[in-house]
């Protein structure tokens, strides 16, 4: 038997950790307007459903991976307070792994926008 009671809670403590990540990470922010702002162009140029549907996927596992930092962050400052090195490693590659993938997101961003753009350029002329 499903507990919805239970559900929604777990939604609610997951909307609050978004939103207390949104609210405390100055990347989360960067990521999250540069998202808005590509996804606008996107649909601007009429990209169709399976460039959308990609550009979601990247969007959304660059989000996802910052959340995941944030909480490893979190953690590691929770348990080691005193400088370690063995810490200082976790966290650099946690945020690490955030910025390979934002590297790997910009080239398929790149290659999802560059005809689109050409194209959008040529109809001007």
């Given at each position: 038997m499903?507990?919805?009671r239970?559900?929604i809670?777990?939604f609610?403590?997951?909307?609050?950790g978004?939103?207390?990540?949104?609210?405390t990470?100055?990347?989360?922010?960067?990521h999250?307007?540069?998202s808005?702002i590509?996804?606008s162009?996107?649909i601007?140029l009429d990209?169709?459903?399976v460039k959308?549907?990609?550009?979601f996927?990247?969007?959304g596992?660059v989000l996802?991976l910052e959340l995941i930092?944030?909480?490893?962050?979190?953690?590691?400052?929770?348990?080691?307070?005193?400088?370690?090195?063995?810490?200082?490693?976790a966290?650099?590659?946690?945020?690490?792994a955030?910025?390979?993938f934002?590297?790997?997101?910009?080239i398929i961003g790149i290659l999802?926008?560059?005809?689109p753009l050409?194209?959008?350029?040529?109809?001007?002329?």
């Amino acid at each position: 038997m499903i507990s919805w009671r239970k559900l929604i809670s777990s939604f609610m403590f997951a909307f609050a950790g978004i939103v207390s990540t949104f609210k405390t990470e100055q990347n989360f922010r960067i990521h999250a307007f540069i998202s808005v702002i590509v996804i606008s162009i996107a649909i601007a140029l009429d990209f169709s459903s399976v460039k959308l549907i990609i550009l979601f996927i990247v969007i959304g596992l660059v989000l996802a991976l910052e959340l995941i930092n944030t909480a490893i962050e979190n953690i590691v400052d929770l348990i080691s307070p005193e400088y370690h090195l063995l810490a200082e490693r976790a966290k650099d590659a946690a945020a690490g792994a955030v910025l390979v993938f934002s590297i790997f997101a910009v080239i398929i961003g790149i290659l999802l926008f560059i005809e689109p753009l050409l194209n959008s350029i040529n109809s001007i002329k």
